[in-house]
């Protein structure tokens, strides 16, 4: 039996402003938003034990700089990373696993040449020294080093596209860490079109790797293989752990070493659901460690990623601290090797991304729906069997807090879709701002949002590019359709043949079921995405009828043209997902411009790889002569994803404005000077 409101809660109701949804004041602002898109490119601990981190700045236009823990609690971070030099690598376009750090030794991949520089972390202002040759222009790229010190080399992925930019060869190499007389990189493993997790032993006597070839990609199906060193740094026998056995299709990811040379990795051999093994060298068999159906991995867009570790407990036992995402939440655990035993971790945190081991510690990429993405320094007992102590070190935006009374609470939502007994999921986030309400007899208008990928998961964290909208009387909704991952391979591969019908299915079943449960008005339902989202978005546009309005960032309008410009590392997903040259046809959104019915905006970065600037400017030129109002907005600079402050900012407040002009019905209260929309203005 529900308990009625107490009297302050009514009189807080009372006193609020009534005002239209959409139209309400907001301090969450664009420049609030864009100024706290920080992103985190990975973490590490130095000799020292401190952490270390790579963060991206849009107020820099995006340059990503290592940063380093202070030595005293109070004081400011230090900058490691010079500010002629930026690290990220562009490594499969998308990058990832851009540094290492062994000891009180740095080497990171420089952006502007993409050659691997080595720098000390013990001498203070040390100059970073290039490792890898200068080929004249930066079309050799590498990711996801290791440090080998029997040989006193770096072992890495490198991407070759002095042949071929579109299909450049990729190996892992062996590069000297000496400053004098730079060598070409030592060719260690080929053959294979993609190669990803070099991961040296203890004693560097064994070598373990992932690899995969078209047409799949790393989840799809892959191999895990461990090679033998010899004493000239050769692999002279190599063995395949898993992913070759035809009882089995498989996605290893992740092989790790343990300080006494036994090798972990993740898998979902079994019931579809990424898990930890061990491999039995003897036997040459894997063993599983704590079978759960949940995900205790995330697909590898990027390189480096790190979603478990080796410690060990007081008495010297193996250890695992992971995580793993169920019912749409992580949850931080310790797995015993020995036991087969799993302790959960009570933290602050529902979603986790990486971890990495310290002194007694963990440090935890993570949030929640309150905490933004940050980096978590949690002390462990001495039996590593609880936390006792949670330390924000790290904040994207540490000024968040301070807007937390305007903050909607998201609401996992599980609705069914178009196929009978198959259900989806999605977070809702309703209008919250303690100012304003609406009057009773005014339903919300919806922006639903469609993740890209598309295989990938929206997590239902705080995001202060949602909370704008709520905090100004939108409703929002974040979908994980099928196809998407954090449910198991059966649920991501439905969308496999079925791009275009499955995602934009359960994207307009999600805006229905809101409808129909009384939560939004039906008449302003507007849509959103980037990338495989802005496709989802655009096809949504097309097909059906149930959005008003949308915005496309980045997205795909022509599949064909997709396919033909595609990089190497996707350019047979899309294969797997579509299907036939007929399906090819009928799902892309620029053959079907007389469907088409309602306003959109599209966004464009111009110096874009992945999805072109043609593909919005076709789209953008058919709708504008069928004679719908459209917009279109390009980048100077941008790639794929906005970078920059000033982007993110205009992206925000102008998809805002276009909606309220053509779908919502109301002024919006901040100033904002709009696009001029073709058919309309």
């Not at 529900?2 to 609020?16: C, I, L, Q, Y």
């Not at 502007?112 to 100059?127: A, C, N, T």
């Not at 300080?259 to 068999?285: C, H, M, Q, V």
């Not at 239902?460 to 709520?470: D, M």
Request: proline share 6%; net charge negative; aromatic share 12%.
């Amino acid at each position: 039996m529900a308990s009625s409101p107490s009297s302050s809660e009514t009189t807080a109701k009372r006193d609020r402003v009534t005002a239209p949804y959409g139209s309400w004041k907001s301090p969450i602002t664009a420049d609030v938003v864009s100024g706290a898109s920080k992103s985190l490119g990975g973490i590490s601990v130095g000799g020292d034990g401190r952490l270390v981190w790579l963060e991206s700045r849009p107020d820099e236009s995006g340059r990503s700089v290592l940063v380093k823990e202070p030595e005293k609690p109070g004081d400011e971070p230090v900058d490691i990373t010079p500010k002629e030099f930026a690290v990220r690598t562009l490594c499969q376009e998308y990058g990832g696993g851009a540094f290492s750090i062994s000891g009180n030794t740095l080497v990171f991949s420089n952006y502007e040449d993409q050659r691997l520089y080595k720098q000390s972390l013990h001498l203070k202002d040390s100059p970073p020294l290039p490792i890898t040759p200068d080929y004249g222009e930066p079309s050799v790229c590498y990711a996801d080093g290791v440090f080998d010190s029997r040989f006193g080399r770096y072992v890495a992925v490198r991407e070759d596209r002095r042949d071929s930019s579109s299909s450049p060869t990729t190996m892992v190499v062996a590069i000297g860490l000496g400053e004098k007389d730079i060598q070409e990189p030592k060719a260690l493993i080929s053959g294979n079109d993609f190669y990803a997790f070099p991961r040296m032993d203890p004693k560097g006597e064994k070598i373990a790797w992932i690899e995969w070839g078209h047409p799949n990609m790393p989840w799809d199906k892959a191999e895990l293989w461990v090679g033998y060193i010899s004493e000239a740094g050769d692999i002279y026998k190599c063995v395949c752990v898993a992913g070759r056995d035809p009882k089995h299709v498989e996605s290893p990811t992740e092989p790790k070493w343990s300080p006494k040379g036994e090798l972990f990795f993740i898998t979902d051999r079994k019931d579809g659901f990424w898990n930890l093994y061990k491999w039995i060298e003897s036997a040459n068999e894997v063993q599983p460690l704590y079978p759960l159906n949940a995900e205790f991995a995330r697909p590898s867009w990027i390189f480096g990623l790190n979603s478990y570790e080796v410690i060990q407990s007081d008495k010297q036992q193996t250890l695992i601290a992971c995580s793993y995402r169920q019912s749409g939440r992580s949850y931080l655990a310790i797995i015993g090797v020995l036991q087969m035993s799993l302790s959960l971790l009570d933290i602050p945190f529902t979603d986790i991304q990486d971890i990495t081991s310290g002194n007694n510690c963990l440090y935890v990429e993570g949030a929640s729906g309150l905490l933004p993405t940050s980096v978590a320094k949690v002390t462990l007992n001495d039996e590593k069997s609880k936390s006792i102590d949670f330390q924000i070190i790290w904040s994207s935006s540490p000024d968040s807090l301070k807007y937390q009374s305007y903050f909607s609470l998201r609401e996992l939502i599980e609705f069914p879709t178009e196929v009978r007994g198959q259900n989806a999921y999605a977070f809702f986030y309703p209008p919250s701002n303690q100012v304003y309400q609406a009057s009773q007899e005014e339903k919300p208008p919806l922006l639903l949002e469609s993740h890209g990928g598309p295989t990938w998961e929206t997590r239902g964290v705080l995001n202060l590019s949602i909370q704008y909208w709520t905090s100004r009387g939108w409703a929002f909704v974040d979908v994980n359709y099928g196809g998407s991952t954090g449910y198991g391979r059966e649920f991501r591969e439905r969308l496999l043949g079925r791009w275009g019908i499955v995602d934009v299915d359960d994207c307009c079943s999600c805006a229905k079921f809101l409808v129909e449960s009384g939560k939004v008005d039906g008449t302003r339902l507007c849509i959103t995405g980037g990338s495989a989202g802005g496709y989802t978005t655009l096809a949504a546009l097309a097909f059906k009828e149930t959005f008003k309005a949308g915005a496309s960032l980045y997205g795909i309008a022509d599949l064909n043209m997709l396919r033909a410009e595609m990089h190497k590392f996707e350019s047979h997903y899309i294969d797997n997902l579509v299907g036939s040259e007929k399906h090819y046809y009928e799902r892309s959104p620029i053959n079907f411009v007389e469907k088409f019915s309602c306003p959109i905006i599209l966004f464009q970065g111009l110096e874009d790889k992945v999805v072109p600037p043609g593909q919005a400017r076709k789209i953008y030129a058919a709708l504008k002569q069928k004679g719908l109002p459209v917009a279109l907005v390009e980048y100077e600079g941008e790639q794929h994803g906005f970078r920059k402050a000033e982007s993110i900012k205009f992206t925000l407040e102008q998809q805002m404005l276009f909606f309220a002009r053509l779908v919502g019905h109301f002024d919006v209260a901040d100033e904002i000077a709009p696009v001029k929309i073709d058919n309309f203005d």
